[in-house]
């Protein structure tokens, strides 16, 4: 079975408004309805859950029934954090899931992630036991202690920037986050930074800069952009 578990638990802090941002209207849809849609769509997905905040979980069902996203199973309460939200998800579909099972792990505020970038994602887990969607780096980066003035660059030759999903099995993510509780890991961004604290190897899989993550204001702005063109 391959699950993909969406984390739709963020308060959109950055974006300074009372909804969060995976519930924000756009071209008349909310963002979270555009991700289930592709993870609906696509043939390979068998499952959906969706982790979120406690008040809109009704909200989350009544988008799954107007909209037929008949993959959805489960909608869990979120966490204080990323890695709590993601572990919250896991513990629900332990009832469910055996240790083979496949999770794909992804961002619910990622609404174009495409076809493509979910098949590629499986592919490399068969090949490798995992998968980190990823872009290399095109820009000239610095390290800065204080935000404003560095004298140190970095080889952007060897910088990859990561992105959602993330495939892994049942078994292996649930280790990971009995281990981060053993060592008290706590808060890490993502789940393969918690693995690489753990000292495991990450495989790349196919990024897209459309696969963009709806953080600030302007990338709603390039979200709807980018809908008008696909229109």
């Given at each position: 079975m391959?699950?993909?578990l969406?984390t739709?638990?963020?308060?959109?802090?950055?974006?300074?408004?009372?909804?969060?941002?995976?519930?924000?209207?756009?071209?008349n849809?909310?963002v979270?309805?555009?991700t289930?849609?592709?993870?609906?769509?696509?043939?390979?997905?068998?499952a959906?859950?969706?982790?979120?905040i406690?008040?809109?979980?009704?909200?989350?069902?009544?988008?799954?029934?107007?909209?037929?996203?008949?993959k959805?199973?489960?909608?869990?309460?979120?966490g204080?954090?990323?890695?709590?939200?993601?572990?919250?998800g896991?513990f629900q579909?332990r009832?469910?899931c055996?240790?083979?099972?496949?999770?794909m792990?992804?961002d619910g505020?990622?609404?174009?992630?495409?076809?493509?970038?979910?098949?590629?994602?499986?592919?490399?887990?068969?090949?490798?036991?995992?998968?980190?969607?990823?872009m290399?780096?095109?820009?000239a980066v610095?390290?800065s202690?204080?935000?404003?003035r560095?004298?140190?660059?970095?080889?952007?030759n060897?910088?990859?920037r990561?992105?959602?999903?993330?495939?892994?099995?049942?078994g292996?993510?649930?280790?990971?986050?009995?281990e981060a509780?053993?060592?008290k890991?706590?808060?890490?961004?993502a789940?393969c930074?918690l693995?690489?604290?753990?000292?495991e190897?990450i495989?790349f899989?196919?990024?897209?800069?459309k696969?963009l993550?709806?953080?600030?204001a302007?990338?709603?702005?390039?979200?709807?952009?980018?809908?008008?063109?696909?229109?």
């Amino acid at each position: 079975m391959i699950i993909a578990l969406l984390t739709a638990a963020g308060k959109g802090t950055r974006m300074h408004m009372e909804i969060p941002k995976q519930f924000l209207h756009v071209a008349n849809k909310p963002v979270i309805l555009y991700t289930m849609e592709a993870f609906q769509k696509h043939p390979q997905i068998d499952a959906i859950i969706i982790v979120t905040i406690d008040t809109w979980k009704d909200m989350i069902w009544a988008y799954a029934k107007q909209y037929e996203i008949s993959k959805l199973k489960w909608v869990v309460d979120g966490g204080a954090s990323g890695q709590e939200s993601i572990k919250n998800g896991l513990f629900q579909l332990r009832q469910v899931c055996c240790p083979k099972d496949i999770i794909m792990i992804h961002d619910g505020n990622r609404p174009l992630v495409s076809e493509e970038i979910i098949s590629d994602s499986l592919a490399v887990y068969r090949s490798y036991g995992s998968a980190v969607a990823a872009m290399p780096c095109i820009e000239a980066v610095y390290r800065s202690q204080d935000g404003e003035r560095s004298n140190i660059s970095l080889d952007r030759n060897q910088l990859y920037r990561t992105q959602t999903p993330h495939t892994y099995t049942m078994g292996k993510l649930l280790w990971a986050h009995k281990e981060a509780e053993k060592r008290k890991i706590k808060d890490t961004t993502a789940t393969c930074t918690l693995m690489t604290l753990l000292g495991e190897t990450i495989y790349f899989s196919k990024g897209s800069e459309k696969n963009l993550k709806l953080t600030t204001a302007e990338d709603v702005d390039i979200f709807e952009a980018l809908l008008q063109r696909r229109s």
